[in-house]
């Protein structure tokens, strides 16, 4: 299975991660239109951790035993049967935040977009963009801080 | 895979079989991670409730009517087909024969077995109060509790319930029930709500939170006797003589583990099942897990029942691996979870609660916002942690506490608001960042 992979080093913070990100899980997927008219309805999943001159940006590391998946009461949390990669049911979820809990990156965040009682209430997190030949994250860093690779499985951890 | 180490299975004439009593998390965990290496054993999933898997947890969102009755489905209706499991449904077992490997139902079926599971959770604590038999008074544990319990309301237009306990289940009750528009009193015994997983500060948060909702949170109270008229519920009498004239009265204390069948097979049990930490019980081939099993917490650092969702679904995947000769160690549970009262959320993960005499703790608090934030340091290592209304970072803290990182040095990192990994120490950040084998 494909990971992204960060290289800490090339990350120079310009956030185009997060903004691509935003665009590709919006309805519209049109920059201009995601950021004037649907800015309070999606949310990046891709975050840029920072402090003083180093960043780099952090999204789910698709772990081999995903802690995510052992706390979610709803099931909605899985590994996508074609991709391979843990992804949320957004349909299933019910914002219990128990993968929330436990994500040791904090790579999963609530979204509570929509306002009120009639807005969403669900965990939100990495989809590796369904299945895309590249993830926008990726695809948009103008650095080459991420990058999309084969990376073989965990060896076995002490 | 993560902690796991191929070891030689001794070669069988036959088939083995694998019988899992219980059909919750820890059969579900079970039955995967044994799926992923063997396919050739025989599994047997033997429950005493008669319905498909559904989650436990989710119940209280179901009583909320916040979710449809298909969405307690924990996994799809071809989970048994997929994983070749042989379902039998509402047939309790009542005798396991260590000697003779075989376990019994009370429908007098008998099924053999090489490895045995035990994953039968707990039952609700209902205290022995006079005049319970009557319409009207229910637990809160099980599909069948929940869809009485809205069966009933429905029925009886119910308007005024008593919750006993203000534990987590008893407040997932009171929330759930106070979403369907019924009028609460909550008893608690303790002198705080959730006393076991928060502070006083974060639980006197919660309470005003139910209070200002409209609940009347009665503490270190409790309901003594039961009053009824013709055979339905009317009222509830408490130690301190007041009356409360009711329509619907949950138990909501808590659950006992259902270890009784593995006492009287001669397996060792204190309060749970004694396991290792391969899950394995005192008696060769047969595991247990779950709620009913007394398995190792890392934070305290010795065995004991850490009831909760995760550690049910992990110990489960230990032992069905275990079961097919994967060496598999199980790393530990940490007590921790979730809740959250008139849309405020909390989380309390290990010893969040712990005293200051003897720790270091740290804390800081926006009552008025709703937000709080209390972490506990033992050594220069975090061992607890509580948010309260902010907790988008909460699984960092987790992590630190599972990982038993040396802290010292980042306090004020651990309090910041959006706490970045950048500011842990560089080993657990590349750990973290790389945990899937990927290289920074
Ligand atoms: C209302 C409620 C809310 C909860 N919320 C949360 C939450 O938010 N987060 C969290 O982490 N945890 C929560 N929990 C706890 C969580 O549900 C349990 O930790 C978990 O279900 C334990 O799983 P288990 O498989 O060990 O046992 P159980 O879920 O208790 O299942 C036991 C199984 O064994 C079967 N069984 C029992 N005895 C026999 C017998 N003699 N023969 C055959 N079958 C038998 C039962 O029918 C059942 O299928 C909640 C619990 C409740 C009741």
Known sequence: MKRIVIHEEHCIGCRLCEVHCLVQHSRSRDIIKAFRTERDTVLPRVHVEESGPISFALQCRQCVEPVCIEACISGAMHRDEITGAVVCDEAKCVGCWMCIMVCPAGSIQQNMTGGGASG?????????????????????CPNEALTYEEVPEAAPQE | MENTRSVQTPALDQTPRIVIVGNSATAVGAVEALRKVDQSAEVTVISAEPHMIYSRPMLSHYLAGEIERPRLAYRGADFYARHNVRPVLDDAVVRIDPQAHSVTTASGQTFG???????????????????????????????DDALAILEYARKREARHAVVIGGGMIGIK???????????????????AILARSLDEVASRMMSNLLVDAGVEVLLENTVTEVRSSEGRLTGVVLRDGRQIACDLLVFGIGVRPNAGLAREAGLKVNQGIVVDHAMRTSHEGIYAAGDVAEAYDLVVDMNRIVAIWPNAYRQGATAGAHMVGVERVDPGGVAMNTVEVCGVPAISVGNGNAPEEGHQVLAECDERAHRYKRMVLRDGRLVGVILVGDINRAGVYTGLIRNRIDVSGCEDALLNERISLLSLPDQYRKHVVTGAGIEV
Not at chain 1, 124 to 135: F, H, I, R, W
Not at chain 2, 113 to 142: C, H, M, Q
Not at chain 2, 173 to 191: F, H, N, Q, Y
């Open chain 2, 113 to 143: 077995w090489d490895k045995l599971l035990i994953a039968t959770g707990g039952s609700p604590i209902i205290p022995p109060l006079p005049g319970l038999d009557v319409e009207g008074v229910y637990a809160f544990t099980r599909l």
């Open chain 1, 120 to 140: 969403r209430h669900i965990a939100s997190k990495c989809d590796l963009c369904y299945g895309a030949e590249v993830p926008a994250c990726v695809a948009n």
């Open chain 2, 173 to 191: 009750a009171t929330d759930a029930l106070l979403k369907r528009g019924l009028r609460i009193s909550m008893v608690e015994l303790a002198p």
